[in-house]
């Protein structure tokens, strides 16, 4: 009659020992050589379990991930800002005493959700999407007077907050904001909300250009440019914008070479040789003017 | 430049037919006449003149010698040369014909070489402008951006059920 192998005593003893819970299973620590079954439960507790059990472990895991997934120029000063972050998520005094005020929990969630977003720059496409979820999850979580979901109000204020933090002047971005905000009642899915903030990150940048550009073509003793050149610059961009509207991949071969060196230098040499200089062109009026071409690509909320 | 004449002797035509020409019927449309040159001096052969008599068409091929030591090629100078521009009509078939070396399509130089694209080179800029370089990569930054948002759009709807912003029951519209 076969007999079936019984399991040694000893490596089942040993199952027995690491199941006995003094701790969390660890997730970024590989300890499975280490000599750990020998403890009893509850003894001596090892640096390491301590670490383990009030979180700092994984939440030290968590920050090292965020700063791989945004590489951030200065790391120091971003993880500074993590920690500091960190402090909102409790509140201050542990439970007892009056929970903060519903305004204040509005704020705070903005300010969350904003750090969130700034993590990654857009053109990081992976990581600035895991960012507008977070952020977008951090906005919609329910709380003890607020129902779960994104309102209009608060997203139309998340995205004021945006270009006013980027140093965008309101007159510029106010008719881009008015093409993707939403009424204060409507809730905002994920989708709306993702291209609503890629798109104003995304009109930042440009305006940032718009401005790098500007001080191309200034003059050099005054804040003002020549206004057939700064005619000539944005009429060449709209041209090429224009150009690109049709359906043929080509397009992109026409407009490219509008915007080429060559073709710009004819453009500015027959804008300033025929025609006198008319009054000059601010920087403000500069910017508005061309973000109003990247305004009307943007598809309105609808 | 004085022009010489170089003897030469012109031999009589050859018909060229495929087949036997003592049994099949017709006239060969092709005749070869083979020209040599008896003095051994070298020259450049710089004008070809004679008189037409009812030829269409007229190829010249020229056995070249490059050099002393490189085997002699032949050469095709001149293809289907028009001569007759109607071959049933009388236009053309008695002429006295001259052809020169310019003629010759080996002589000429590659087409790509002989026709530079004309470019616009940009005129010197007057003083004071911006330089395009910089301004056009700053543009293109601009352009790209504009293209990515445009081309990144979604299709998601917010579902509104107002017209202009209003709740009228009577004004609802179904977008």
């Not at chain 1, 076969?2 to 660890?26: D, F, Q």
């Not at chain 1, 402090?87 to 009056?98: F, Q």
């Not at chain 2, 709807?157 to 519209?173: A, K």
Request: glycine letters at 6%; proline letters at 8%; hydrophobic letters at 40%.
């Amino acid at each position: 009659m076969a007999v079936l192998p019984v399991p040694l005593p000893s490596a089942k003893m040993a199952t027995v020992e690491k199941r006995r819970p003094t701790v969390i299973p660890p997730t970024g620590f590989t300890d499975s050589g280490r000599p750990s079954v020998s403890q009893a439960a509850g003894a001596t507790e090892s640096e390491e379990d301590f670490l383990r059990q009030v979180g700092v472990t994984e939440m030290l895991r968590a920050a090292l991930l965020k700063v791989l997934e945004a590489r951030p120029e200065e790391p120091i000063a971003f993880l500074a800002h993590y920690f500091e972050n960190m402090g909102l998520r409790s509140p201050v005094n542990g439970g007892a005493g009056e929970p903060p005020g519903q305004l204040l929990l509005q704020q705070q969630r903005l300010g969350r959700a904003l750090w969130h977003l700034r993590l990654a720059h857009h053109s990081q496409r992976a990581a600035f999407n895991n960012n507008v979820t977070v952020a977008y999850e951090c906005l919609s979580a329910g709380g003890r007077r607020k129902r779960p979901g994104l309102d209009g109000r608060t997203y139309s204020e998340l995205l004021r907050r945006i270009c006013r933090d980027g140093r965008a002047p309101d007159e510029v971005v106010a008719p881009l904001l008015r093409k993707v905000q939403c009424r204060d009642h409507e809730a905002v899915p994920l989708s709306v909300f993702r291209a609503g903030t890629l798109t104003c990150f995304v009109l930042l940048e440009f305006v940032a250009r718009a401005a790098a550009l500007f001080r191309l073509l200034q003059e050099p003793a005054a804040a003002v440019a020549d206004r057939r050149v700064g005619q000539a610059v944005l009429d060449t961009l709209e041209g090429a914008l224009r150009a690109s509207d049709a359906a043929a991949p080509a397009r992109f071969l026409e407009a490219g070479s509008r915007l080429g060196p060559d073709s710009l230098a004819l453009a500015l040499d027959r804008a300033v040789g025929g025609r006198r200089p008319g009054a000059p062109m601010t920087r403000a009026e500069f910017l508005e003017r061309a973000a109003a071409l990247f305004i009307a690509k943007v598809k309105p909320v609808g | 430049m004085s022009r010489v004449l170089v003897p030469c002797h012109v031999k009589g035509t050859v018909a060229l037919q495929v087949g036997d020409v003592r049994t099949s019927q017709g006239r060969p449309g092709v005749l070869v006449i083979d020209v040599t040159f008896p003095s051994v001096a070298p020259f450049e052969l710089q004008e070809i003149t004679f008189k037409n008599y009812y030829t269409a068409f007229l190829s010249i091929r020229v056995r070249h010698h490059p050099s002393a030591h490189t085997p002699a090629k032949w050469v095709t100078c001149l293809r289907d040369y028009c001569l007759m521009p109607d071959p049933h009509s009388e236009e053309g078939a008695q002429e006295y014909v001259s052809l020169f070396r310019h003629q010759s399509p080996s002589m000429t130089f590659p087409k790509w070489l002989s026709h530079p694209v004309p470019c616009e080179q940009p005129a010197l800029l007057c003083e004071g402008l911006p330089d395009p370089s910089r301004v056009s990569s700053e543009v293109q930054q601009m352009w790209a951006l504009t293209e990515m948002i445009r081309a990144s759009h979604t299709s998601a709807r917010i579902g509104r059920f107002d017209v202009d912003g209003c709740y009228d029951l009577n004004l609802l519209s179904y977008t």
